[in-house]
């Protein structure tokens, strides 16, 4: 692969804010788009000669073929595009973006990758042009960049795919509220003047704060061998049985500490007194992470922040927010969660 100087990058990414902003806070107007829930990926494209950067160190290419293949098919010059790998299935109201399918194209083996390449096969969606023939467009102005982008994207067809924008904070607000439906994350806002910044949250991301009363039924070590790591939280089903819905995690040193002697009353333990521990399903993510836990009894709850759900669970690490000793363990169910309209994936895609 041929770089310009400069290249590779590191993403430009985004800090939370909690309400859709003006577009006079900041000089020079704002653009907003969709947040896209997938792999974020800056595609390199040179010719046949295709690389797909992850935010990380680690390179995602080999993992997406069909993507290289189209890439190297649809543009005539190279090109550096910064955008989301996605996997889109069909679910009930429409078409929907699938993290689970997504996640399972992370596989060592060669033919695995192949299979799935066809059975869940991704999509690009490109939100930002960084470089175009030789030139680095990283210190022009988002403005400049996004109309150059849609020049290069016109007429690449799927599973290529140019993000939508607007100037209308009211539209960005129905976006918040409708595009959830679809799986999407949220809503970004750019500055219009603002150059392309690696690794720098210069961009703002609106996502949905929902909370919920969770059972916790574990906890698992901090990787350091000392303190909670993770508290392992649940819900009852229609049926009564509690069901496993994420985890909850990002406490202090200090408090990871207080956690083991407040939840120790709560160990459930064998007949010879040692505590009775359980053990997770492996992430492919981190296939050598202990994935063992210290099982509780289901006695005590906690309200939890959370953005989104995928199926049946949280679909990032849930963020503690207090205890609910008012609240019985068994009055915890899946019927408190939000569940968002369904809108079809094709119509966020198409327009």
């Not at 073929?65 to 679910?91: H, K, M, Y």
């Not at 521990?277 to 836990?293: C, E, H, V």
Request: net charge negative; with cysteine.
């Amino acid at each position: 692969m041929r770089y310009l100087p400069g290249f590779p990058v590191a993403p430009m990414l985004a800090k939370a804010v909690t309400t859709v902003p003006a577009p006079d806070s900041v000089t020079g107007g704002l653009s907003y788009e969709p947040k896209w829930d997938g792999f974020r990926a800056i595609a390199y494209v040179d010719g046949s000669d295709v690389e797909l950067g992850s935010r990380g160190a680690k390179m995602l290419t080999r993992y997406f073929p069909e993507l290289v293949d189209a890439l190297a098919a649809s543009f005539d010059r190279p090109v550096v595009l910064d955008g989301e790998i996605v996997v889109r299935t069909q679910r009930r109201g429409g078409e929907h973006l699938d993290w689970e399918a997504l996640s399972q194209r992370i596989h060592p083996a060669e033919s695995r990758i192949r299979k799935l390449a066809v059975e869940t096969p991704a999509s690009f969606v490109a939100f930002d042009l960084l470089a175009v023939d030789d030139r680095s467009l990283l210190d022009e102005p988002f403005e400049t960049r996004r109309a150059e982008l849609e020049r290069v994207l016109e007429g690449v067809q799927a599973p290529v795919h140019l993000s939508q924008v607007s100037r209308d904070p009211a539209v960005a607000e129905r976006w918040l509220q409708e595009f959830e439906g679809a799986g999407l994350d949220g809503v970004v806002a750019k500055p219009l003047a603002g150059p392309y910044a690696p690794n720098k949250r210069t961009m703002l991301k609106i996502k949905h704060k929902r909370t919920a009363d969770v059972v916790v039924y574990g906890y698992r070590i901090h990787a350091s061998g000392r303190g909670v790591g993770s508290l392992l939280v649940g819900l009852y089903d229609d049926s009564g049985e509690l069901r496993g819905v994420g985890g909850v995690s990002a406490f202090s040193d200090k408090r990871r500490l207080e956690l083991i002697d407040e939840l120790e009353p709560l160990v459930r333990r064998d007949e010879s007194g040692e505590a009775v521990r359980g053990a997770s399903d492996r992430n492919r993510f981190s296939s050598n992470k202990d994935t063992s836990f210290v099982k509780l009894r289901p006695e005590l709850v906690v309200e939890v922040r959370y953005d989104q759900m995928e199926g049946e669970r949280f679909r990032h690490t849930a963020q503690f927010e207090r205890f609910r000793t008012d609240r019985e363990p068994r009055s915890c169910t899946f019927d408190q969660l939000e569940v968002p309209t369904a809108y079809d994936l094709g119509d966020v895609l198409a327009r």
